[in-house]
């Protein structure tokens, strides 16, 4: 088996098997974040398709400093950070009440698991920047350390982000009062 390195060198080299191979190992991994990013199922689809067509396109400019799958991602959450961005500047019309399935690939269960209509709204009233690092960190299950490198920003900016959005979350859901401070529990 072949490493994304590796896959990646050959596709570069001219071998399209190569970039199919890399598009299978990594399109539920990318679709399950522009899922959470977006909220739609038809955006999410759209952000995946766009985001392996900048990998096509923009293979090259990978420059190794991180893991191909850290940059990916990074690609990723900025090509949902434009579509969001495209749909603020357009009309759009109103979300489906409709639950999207569960992720199947998804080797642990929770993970998988269809967020519940309250936490999926909540979590598109995010600020973007509060979103996408909850979002890899929480739902991902990617460390602090990771997050940082996929958005680019120091792990202490991840780790304010993280923690005012997970804040704001709360408030949303009315499981924080706005003057309430969180309370500590056993688990953690």
Same mark, same amino acid.
């Given at each position: 088996?072949?490493?994304?390195?590796?896959?990646?060198?050959?596709? %570069?080299?001219? &071998?399209?098997?190569?970039?199919?191979?890399?598009?299978?190992?990594?399109?539920?991994? *990318?679709?399950? %974040?522009?899922?959470?990013?977006?909220?739609?199922? &038809?955006?999410?689809?759209?952000?995946? !398709?766009? /985001?392996?067509?900048?990998?096509?396109?923009?293979?090259?400019?990978?420059?190794?400093? +991180?893991?191909? +799958?850290?940059?990916?991602?990074?690609?990723? %959450?900025?090509?949902?950070?434009? !579509?969001?961005?495209?749909?603020?500047?357009?009309?759009? &019309?109103?979300?489906?009440?409709?639950? &999207? @399935?569960?992720?199947?690939?998804?080797?642990?269960?929770?993970?998988?698991?269809?967020?519940? @209509?309250?936490?999926?709204?909540?979590?598109?009233?995010? @600020?973007?920047?509060?979103? +996408?690092?909850?979002?890899?960190?929480?739902?991902?299950?990617?460390?602090?350390? /990771?997050?940082?490198?996929?958005?680019?920003?120091?792990?202490?900016?991840?780790?304010?982000? *993280?923690?005012?959005?997970?804040?704001?979350?709360? !408030?949303?859901?009315?499981?924080?009062? *706005?003057?309430?401070? @969180? !309370?500590?529990?056993?688990?953690?």
């Amino acid at each position: 088996m072949s490493t994304d390195i590796e896959l990646l060198d050959r596709f %570069i080299a001219g &071998d399209q098997e190569a970039f199919n191979t890399l598009m299978r190992t990594h399109e539920d991994r *990318v679709f399950a %974040i522009a899922l959470r990013m977006m909220r739609n199922r &038809d955006a999410a689809l759209d952000a995946t !398709q766009e /985001t392996f067509l900048t990998l096509y396109r923009k293979a090259d400019r990978f420059h190794r400093k +991180s893991a191909f +799958s850290t940059w990916l991602y990074r690609v990723t %959450i900025n090509t949902c950070y434009d !579509q969001l961005r495209k749909q603020k500047r357009r009309k759009a &019309d109103a979300l489906p009440e409709s639950n &999207d @399935p569960a992720d199947i690939h998804s080797e642990d269960e929770l993970i998988g698991a269809e967020l519940r @209509p309250d936490l999926a709204r909540a979590l598109a009233e995010l @600020p973007e920047d509060f979103r +996408s690092a909850v979002v890899l960190s929480d739902f991902e299950g990617h460390s602090l350390e /990771t997050v940082a490198k996929i958005l680019e920003v120091p792990v202490g900016t991840v780790k304010s982000r *993280v923690f005012r959005g997970r804040r704001l979350l709360a !408030q949303k859901l009315g499981n924080l009062s *706005v003057g309430s401070k @969180p !309370q500590k529990d056993d688990h953690g």
